[in-house]
């Protein structure tokens, strides 16, 4: 089962829950650990999947002045994760520091360099949430693809959208630029609270490099059998 496209959500709020899941899904090589998990448990659990020789998506979106931001990409260069996370609507000069002291920090360290790649837009969000709001004049796609490109221009590696906007984002940005969609939901599973989704295949096919998938395959009677489903749905 090839399953390094498929990036699943530790959204639990133990490190005991997280490891139990990464447990009974072996086959899963990339994890993303958020806010809640991380809060809850420290550094720790990114020790454990590191010993478990798995593929690490830190998804704190950082979103700070310049300074703050720069010295938690510092700090998080340490962690030898692979997809670290920061809004786009910092700034330039908050990703262009984020970005500099993750390269400074990782080289002190000796550690590969993660890549930093920008929010442009949550999935909870939808176009009149964006308009009225946020009160931001762009449509969404605009939008999200006017984020996508402060970021390349700030020197990340790429950007989280949703699916809907990642054929665009794509062809504008080329495909050296890493693009990770959450909001993918296969045919046979709720939307929950994500307002703009693609199944995986059509993810995939609009130009997607990585999907993240969580409810689906973790909330699913049969985990593993779900993982499979959507492995062959993208294969």
């Known amino acids: 089962m090839n ?22 899904l072996p086959q899963v090589s990339f994890w993303k650990v958020g806010l ?17 020789q798995k593929r690490i998506f830190l998804d704190l ?18 962690y030898g994760v692979d997809l670290i996370t920061i809004h786009a609507t910092a700034g ?28 442009t837009l949550l999935t909870s969000l939808n176009s009149r949430e964006l308009a009225f709001d946020l009160k ?8 999200a693809l006017q984020m996508a490109l402060l970021a390349q221009e700030s020197g990340l590696a790429g ?17 050296d630029f890493l693009l ?3 909001g993918v939901r296969p045919t046979w599973a709720e939307k929950g609270d994500q307002q703009r989704s693609f199944t995986p295949s059509q993810a995939m096919k609009a130009g997607a490099d990585y ?12 985990p593993i059998a779900a993982l499979q489903r959507i492995v062959e749905e993208i294969s």
């Open 3 to 24: 399953t390094e496209k498929i990036i699943v959500p530790l959204d639990v709020s133990t490190i005991t829950e997280a490891l139990a899941l990464v447990d009974q």
């Open 61 to 78: 979106k950082f979103h700070d002045i310049p300074n703050t931001v720069a010295g938690a990409c510092r700090a998080a260069s340490q």
């Open 159 to 175: 950007a989280v959208c949703s699916p809907q906007e990642v054929e665009q984002l794509r062809r504008t940005c080329g495909h």
């Open 211 to 222: 999907l993240v998938i969580g409810r689906p395959i973790t909330a699913s009677e049969d």
């Open 180 to 182: 990770v969609c959450p």
């Open 92 to 119: 330039k000069v908050a990703l262009k520091a984020a970005q500099n002291a993750l390269e400074e920090g990782a080289k002190a360290a000796d550690k590969p360099v993660p890549n930093l790649i920008a929010i």
């Open 136 to 143: 931001i004049p762009l449509e969404l796609p605009e939008y």
């Open 36 to 52: 809640e998990l991380f809060i809850s448990s420290g550094p720790e659990i990114l020790t454990q999947l590191k010993q478990r």
